[in-house]
């Protein structure tokens, strides 16, 4: 993929169909619909359900804040300017 924008946004979707899975299987789980480990309580399928609705609603937003054009810039910049005053400090 030549456009880095391209990948983001494939990998924001795949984030959020992820949580949608994780959050459809909670539901079935917490309404005995499904496989479950026999050791594990039926209630674990409401927190699977919770995660998974987080994960679909909140982690495409944080992915989309952390690759921010504008915020790359700026990490860019303050990553050079620190290694310029690295050289600086280094020079006799």
Known sequence: MA???AG???AMQI?????VAMAVYGM???ASDVPWPDGLPRWL?????????A???LVPRMMAK?????????????ARE?????????RP
Do not use: C, H, Y
Not at 15 to 19: L, Q
């Open 55 to 57: 994960d679909a609603l």
């Open 66 to 78: 952390t690759w921010n054009s504008e915020a790359l810039i700026q990490k860019e910049n303050v």
């Open 3 to 5: 456009d880095p924008a």
């Open 28 to 30: 079935l789980v917490a």
């Open 82 to 90: 620190m290694a310029r005053k690295e050289q600086d400090r280094s």
């Open 15 to 19: 984030a959020r169909m992820g949580g």
């Open 8 to 10: 983001r946004f494939f």
């Open 45 to 53: 399928g409401f927190v699977l359900l919770a995660v998974g609705m």
